[in-house]
């Protein structure tokens, strides 16, 4: 790193364009932490402290677009969607589509917003092939609403007494239409598909309140449940319905804020974690290294699971904001006005009323019913459909911990492996009671508790006490007949029990439990049948301690 000063002042002296501060800064920005000098990221971590804000664009979940009569479908052939004003035809005007706006004011209203009675649309004036009127109708000055909040759950990476409950403020919630979508191909050929162009956004802009990836995955993830709550954005991000942008800076404790980054279209909540960590812990080893972060846009990764240059921004692009001609104000009324003038108007109250239980409140009347941890009310909150299978089974099982084991391991593996939801299988909540009773009462083991599971779930319309009385799948309770069944095990599998004799080790109990259970098809319970095991082994040979 030596002769970094040298080289700058060289090429300051040759080009005035480029003077040296800007040189090193560059060279800094650009750098991967590859740096000779590095530090531990607990050093790091306890000298600075990130500053994450997010903007979140969400698609509003309508038939139509928000200013043309084009509909809205994910996946049609290319501009086989778009209207004569989506792509900028001269002479057509914008018609605002009313059920995009009431969208926007019912999701304000569940991030406890305050709504603008008259906000007004600007335009936002930039070129890019995918925008073919030159400009975007946006909400720049008086946007639908503003000062909202929402709170969520930042879980603990150690254990569940580590999770904490977070707010983050929301500085405005604007509605404006996309874009179309580029797609670069080889030739240096683009080509553009505008399906996509004028389909109806919320952005959603929130305060820098924010310290790291953790943080900021578990804010979207609330404000994906809450969206899905109340069904204004279906919130798919492999399909582009939910996309995030972070605005990412690191300071020294009690010193001004830094210089921010920005890292655009995150698609999953696993990369805005990592995403948003990697940036800071970047600009961290930037500064410690003697270098200056740049005011730029960034994208991620995914394969290098790194942040990388796109743009500077270096200079404040101008957009060129003014009011949109073609479209007066949005008026919104409330019970409190005539309401011969709230005739046709969005009706906040009205809108209201649409509002159905929100996160939040979900997991305060789990935290207070149930005594629940923090952590799994909010997992129960989140796994949709759960929360109503949990409060049947809990109405008739004491064991509410018991209750949470079974439904985020054994019932939400099988639901992966089918990639569905509760909400979406053939599974009732009475069903999935009957079958952990089942288990608790010790009449089946988990190895028939997930081969029912599996039945139920490929729709058989039986309760789970008569498959397993269809098939005599309960427990072996009679202990001389399980005395039998252990000692025909050792006897065809002497070597093994000779092995677990002389060694203890429990690789060779698993092998003889796993031999047992194949003969009597999981009728055996795992615990009672490896005491009878180690009973009749300990007759015959000497058990070491491994």
């Known amino acids: 790193m030596a002769y970094l000063p040298k080289l700058f002042s060289k090429i300051s002296s040759n080009n005035q364009l480029f003077p040296a501060s800007a040189l090193k800064q560059r060279f800094f920005s650009h750098q991967q932490l590859n740096f000779s000098t590095k530090i531990s990221t607990e050093e790091a971590f306890?000298?600075?402290?990130?500053?994450?804000?997010?903007?979140?664009?969400?698609?509003?979940?309508s038939k139509s677009k928000l200013f043309s009569t084009s509909p809205v479908e994910f996946g049609a052939p290319t501009n086989t969607k778009v209207s004569y004003f989506d792509a900028a035809f001269p002479g057509t005007l914008p018609v605002l589509n009313k059920s995009c706006v009431e969208a926007g004011i019912l999701t304000a209203l569940a991030c406890n917003c305050t709504i603008n009675k008259i906000s007004t649309f600007d335009r936002k004036h930039y070129f890019y092939p995918d925008l073919p009127a030159g400009y975007q109708i946006t909400q720049q000055f008086k946007p639908l609403a503003k000062n909202g909040h929402v709170k969520f759950v930042v879980h603990g990476k150690e254990n569940d007494s580590t999770s904490y409950e977070c707010t983050a403020y929301i500085k405005q919630i604007q509605l404006e239409q996309d874009s179309g979508r580029s797609f670069h191909v080889k030739g240096a050929k683009s080509l553009v598909d505008l399906n996509r162009a004028g389909i109806g956004l919320m952005e959603i802009v929130f305060e820098p309140d924010l310290k790291n990836g953790s943080e900021a995955a578990a804010l979207v993830k609330e404000l994906i449940c809450i969206l899905k709550q109340i069904g204004t954005?279906?919130?798919q991000m492999e399909e582009g319905t939910l996309r995030v942008d972070a605005n990412i800076s690191v300071n020294k404790i009690g010193d001004p804020l830094g210089v921010r980054t920005e890292v655009k279209n995150i698609n999953s909540l696993r990369y805005i974690a990592r995403a948003i960590d990697y940036e800071i812990e970047r600009q961290i080893q930037i500064i410690e290294s003697g270098g200056c972060v740049v005011n730029e846009t960034r994208a991620y990764d995914y394969a290098s699971k790194k942040t990388i240059f796109m743009r500077d921004k270096e200079i404040l692009q101008d957009y060129r904001f003014m009011p949109e001609p073609n479209l007066p104000p949005i008026r919104?009324?409330?019970?409190?006005?005539?309401?011969?003038?709230?005739?046709?108007?969005?009706?906040?109250?009205?809108?209201?009323?649409?509002?159905?239980?929100?996160?939040?409140?979900?997991?305060?009347?789990?935290?207070?019913?149930?005594?629940?941890?923090?952590s799994i009310a909010d997992r129960i909150v989140h796994s949709e459909g759960l929360k109503e299978v949990f409060e049947v089974m809990a109405s008739r099982i004491d064991d509410k911990i018991a209750i949470c084991k079974f439904l985020f391991y054994t019932l939400k593996s099988q639901l992966?492996?089918?990639?569905?939801?509760?909400?979406?299988?053939?599974l009732t909540a009475d069903q999935v009671t009957d079958l952990l009773e089942l288990l608790l009462s010790k009449k089946i083991s988990d190895a028939t508790?997930?081969?029912?599971?599996?039945?139920?779930?490929?729709g058989d319309q039986r309760s789970a006490l008569e498959i397993v009385e269809k098939y005599n799948w309960f427990l072996i309770s009679d202990q001389k007949e399980l005395e039998k069944l252990c000692s025909e095990i050792i006897n065809t599998h002497p070597k093994v029990a000779k092995k677990?004799?002389?060694?203890?080790?429990?690789?060779?109990?698993?092998?003889?439990?796993?031999?047992?259970?194949?003969?009597?098809?999981?009728?055996?319970?795992?615990?009672?049948?490896?005491?009878?095991?180690?009973?009749?082994?300990?007759?015959?040979f000497q058990i070491k301690k491994s």
């Open 233 to 235: 954005c279906t919130c």
């Open 332 to 374: 919104i009324c409330d019970e409190n006005d005539d309401h011969e003038i709230c005739d046709n108007l969005p009706n906040i109250d009205e809108i209201r009323k649409r509002m159905p239980v929100l996160p939040e409140t979900e997991r305060s009347l789990l935290l207070e019913k149930y005594k629940l941890p923090l």
């Open 500 to 540: 677990y004799g002389n060694t203890g080790k429990q690789r060779h109990m698993t092998s003889l439990l796993v031999a047992l259970n194949e003969k009597v098809n999981n009728r055996a319970s795992i615990k009672d049948a490896e005491a009878v095991f180690k009973k009749i082994i300990s007759e015959k």
């Open 46 to 61: 306890s000298k600075y402290e990130g500053v994450v804000g997010l903007e979140v664009h969400a698609q509003i979940n």
């Open 416 to 426: 992966n492996i089918k990639k569905t939801s509760f909400k979406e299988s053939y």
């Open 449 to 458: 508790t997930s081969d029912v599971l599996q039945m139920l779930l490929n």
